[in-house]
């Protein structure tokens, strides 16, 4: 069966031949008929020009530009929606993701899966950002519907039916860890060690993490909007119960005038919550701002002959 590649890329110049290279020393003589779409996120440097580039060289190579950097997110729709394969692979640029396992992935996938995810081990890691990211997927087990796993990117191989669920969730805040494990149908994993990126750094800085985490939380249900149910009605009962011991104390016992301590740690306590709150609230509002948009994911700016309209019209 066909399988189709999707590598989003930006800024990967100096990656792209090397990934070439492993991917047809992966693939030759195992996979007969693939094809390759690389996904140019907006690049600044010269990834453009290589992805023309290898387009030319490798038959199987093919390439679509976006006018800007819309994000991982969108360059991976943008490739999926390309795939015509009926498996489609999603591997970063980066060699991270080692094309050698797409062998057993392949595997694993006739053998009746519909989705195999290559699951990464944290060795190497800075230990701070692991530990966080395992508090980050003990609360997502909490709070989200679908379960996310720990170490699960990103990397992974679809059959068409999964494919074509994945591509008729319409939302345009896309967080497809999530979407994927949506989705749903039969899933193998398998486990890969970790790989230090071949060159360049992650894009991935500290703060990007935190809204990626933060998107992921609030995209699946509004249970963090219950969570302030419960929080506003725990409070209220327990300034209730308070408000009646101080009554009953005044009744009793005269008028106090102290309890500056209290009152400060009431009204701060109280306004921490709310403000807490008021920014879920507000998260889910900005949501449903955007998705009332209907903005398209991504612009098209450029893509290799196979792509352009004409070209599908003929296939
Ligand atoms: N990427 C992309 N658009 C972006 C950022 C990243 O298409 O805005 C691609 C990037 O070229 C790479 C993959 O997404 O192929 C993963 O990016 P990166 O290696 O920076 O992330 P990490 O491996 O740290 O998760
Ligand atoms: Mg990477």
Known sequence: MYLSMVVPCFNEEHGLQRLHDALVAALSGRVRDYEVILVDDGSTDRTLREARRLAALNPRFRYVSLSRNFGKEAAMLCGLRHARGGRVALLDADLQ??????RRMLALLDSGYDQVVARRGR?????????LSKMYYWACRRLVDVRLQDGVGDFRVLSRRAVDAVLSLPEYHR?????????????AYVSFRNVPRGGGGSRWTFGALVNYGIDGLTSFNSRPLRLSIYLGV???LLAGGYVLFVVANTIVDGVHVPGYATLLAGVLGLGGVQLLFLGVLGEYLGKSYFEA???PHY???ESSPEFHPQARALR
């Open 175 to 187: 967080f497809s860890k999530g979407l994927f494990a949506w989705i749903g149908f039969d899933t």
């Open 299 to 301: 612009l098209v700016k």
């Open 293 to 295: 948009k209907r903005r």
């Open 97 to 102: 993701h080692p094309p050698r396992l797409l």
């Open 234 to 236: 725990l409070v209220a």
């Open 123 to 131: 060795d190497g890691e800075n230990r701070v950002r692991s530990a």
